[in-house]
């Protein structure tokens, strides 16, 4: 029975072509654009449930009997038909002995890959609901626990890295070595939703679709995300066939940057390459003024440091992924990324100690030569699961990271006295070689199930394991003596374990139209060991430790969402967090910084857990939007990092850890966007803050605030020209405050056509961007200054490629000459 019901299927969807070839027949409005949307869906019996092969599916236009596309069933029930249009279509689906379905779709440009979910066929007629047609997004949106900024049309994003794209993000600061700042804290970098090993500059800005920013995270994220998540999505290939592009820059100081991708699309089968390189070289100056008092507070002595630094980077990156759409609602996923970089430097350091009247009592010079280099290597394999049900879901994945590295430093010091000859160093030169190894396994698997009346149920389970091994071997040389010695003091050999395992269940609702909330919980289990190679010496922590401290393991949040109107919301969310000291906060080992500088970790350091609040509240107007938030955050045995004179008699400064009473910090932020004229766009943001430390010996309080403009203007329907600014005021740090930070960058671009654009960036135009902190306790006052080469001028060519619905890996059927066809982009390939 089952091949005469294929043949008579076939029959009956070849009359739906052949009355497609006739004149009149009609087509979806925007013919002449390329189809690359997809629906597909599954057909079953309403009264057995069981799936229907062979049944036949095609879609019209809705004025018209005209075949768009169509197929059979699987054995299973699938279907999928590609290649299609944006626009409203008609279903239908006809199996001998059922009623025929007829229903109405729409493909949205905002959904070009869509589950139109489960078909019964029943012997009587049913009315079916229309599928609703997506919204368009707005460029800044509110979800229950996140904003969302839309910068795919961003200039920055054009030729520039996520830090470039970043820096035009309201609430976010970068800093010249890529580092993101989120109100005062340093947040998590996810790339679509998973945490990542990249930093900023070695993401294209022209591969992000959107920036989702996370200030107060659910219970579904880790609980050490106390200070926000900056969640770069990625743009997903959508396109059938073969498409890509490539992106060259050149920029001034010997910068010049390279990346292409290339994506190779036919089901059931998605294939993304990429590849990535960057190279820059960097001048680096900066100061140290440290005057030195006595118990009294009277004046000892001064120490003054210059030091200039040129450091040279090259970086690669490539991956490799590969989905197989094991059918309509099976996705595995198989990803391969390699990263690679080499850096090197020379750091060359004149100082001097004077008396208190700043007479010369010593000086020295100190040359600093360093070759670095790491390569890292993460496998991933993924499986995602759909269902009919919208929104519900299953996604599990496995990561194993390996990676290793080397640390190359020669340093060399010469000594003078008072009058300027001189004096034998010791020691006169040091050589570190050092080396690093590591392995991570993550394990992670999420479940989505949508409820009744809009309700939500999440959980999952996550499982983190790292292991490192490092080596430092120092060597000293006497000058004296003219040996080389391995100096036990400076050398380390270590290695330690961090286990992570956690699980979270959250549930969202509504109480009415207007009222939402989300309720979450978390436990997770933590357990850290570091041990030295060859000695007893351990450090470690474990929380819970047992029943004692159970309840630092659970990490709460709930959010509550009010829609005021159809252009406002209000929210307001809790949470708490934990933030686990890192391994260099308390490993005990000394790791020098410069001649007067040393740095070391507290093996008794323990974590420290973070209470936050925040209220959120959204308008939009006529010419734009604004969104407001007054946040609170009250930490308990905040790590802070000290400084304080060293142990060894010498006139040196330690830095390492402690474990404060409490932190406490509270602010005020507003975004505003608003369209002045046409093509012109200004969006400014504010954030006004006040923070008070607490720590043993140490404290601080005050206010801080940041304010960030960025204009946009686009004429002549190819021109694009984007001014930004920023300003950082003097910010409270445990034993001083951090010196002011401000600057502009300027870009323009102009698009050549629809598929290539040329664009120039000048970045810190005044040359103002530096970094620095003043620091006052009983034993020292310092000042530290740090400058980054940051003023550059750089000239990028995009360029796109590809033919949306070009087929691969099957012939098309070769038509004979005079006959037409209605389906667009070739036939049905029966």
Known sequence: MKYPLFFLSLFLLDSFVLSAQMPGGGMPAGRNMPGIARVFGKVRTNDTKEAVGYATVVLLPMRSDSVVSGSLTKDNGDFSLENLQFGQYRLKINYLGYQTIVKQITVPLQNPDQDLGNFYLEPEANTLKEVTVVAEKDRVQMAIDRKVFNVEKDIAAQNGTAADALKNVPTITVDNDGNAQLRGGSPQIFVDGKPTNLNLNQIPAAEIERVEVITNASAKYDANTTGGIVNIVMKKNTKPGINGMTNLGIGTNGRYN????????????????????????????????????????????????????????????????????????NVLTLSQMVMGGNFSFDDPQIFSFSDANRNILSSGERSALGENQFRHYTTELGWRRSFPTPDKTWATSFQYNWSRGKNDLDLRNRFFDATGAEIPANPAQQLNEGGNRGRML???????????????????????????????????????????????????????????????????????????????????????????????????????????????????????????????????????????????????????????????????????????????????FGRGSWLGSVYGKYTEQPITEITRPAEDGTTALLTTFINGSSSTAAGMENTLKIKL????????????????????AVGNEGWNWMGKLNLDYKFAKSWNVQVSGLYESPRVIPQGTRRENYFADFAVRRDLGPMSSLSLTVSDIFNTKRMGAYTETDYFVQDVQRRRESRYISLGLMMRFGKPDFSLFKKQQQRKPGEGGAQQGGDMGY
Do not use: C
């Open 442 to 620: 993550i394990f992670q698997t999420d479940f989505t199930q949508p409820l009744a009346n809009g309700a939500k149920l999440e959980f999952g389970a996550k499982s983190q394991w790292k292991h490192s091994e490092n080596d430092l071997d120092a060597r000293l040389f006497d000058s004296e003596s003219q040996t080389w010695t391995i100096s036990d003091y400076l050398s380390t050999h270590y290695n330690y374990d961090d286990l992570v395992n956690a699980a979270y269940a959250n549930y969202a609702g509504k109480f009415n139209d207007k009222w939402r909330y989300q309720a979450g919980l978390r436990f997770e289990q933590s357990w850290f060991r570091g041990q030295e190679e060859g000695t007893d010496s351990t450090f470690s922590y474990s929380y819970p430790g047992g029943f004692d401290n159970l309840q630092k393991a659970f990490f709460p949040a709930l959010y509550l969402s009010k829609k005021i109107s159809e252009s406002s919301e209000m929210q307001l969310n809790f949470s708490r967090k934990l933030n686990r000291p890192n391994f260099f906060q308390i490993m005990p080992f000394i790791m020098i910084m410069d001649n007067q500088s040393y740095r070391s970790g507290n093996p008794n350091l323990q974590p420290e857990f973070v209470n936050t609040a925040e209220w959120n509240y959204s308008k939009t």
């Open 258 to 329: 390279g990346m292409a991708n290339l994506n190779v699309k036919q089901n059931p089968f998605n294939l993304a390459l990429s590849y990535n390189l960057n190279r820059a070289r960097n001048i680096n100056d900066g100061f140290t003024d440290r005057t030195n008092l006595g118990e009294n507070g009277e004046v000892t002595d001064y120490f003054r440091q210059d030091n200039s630094n040129l450091q040279k980077n090259l970086f690669q990156f490539g991956r490799a992924a590969l989905d197989w759409n094991m059918d309509n609602r």
């Open 677 to 696: 004229f046409k093509g012109f766009e200004a969006t400014s943001n504010v954030n006004l803050f006040y923070q008070k430390i607490s720590a043993a």
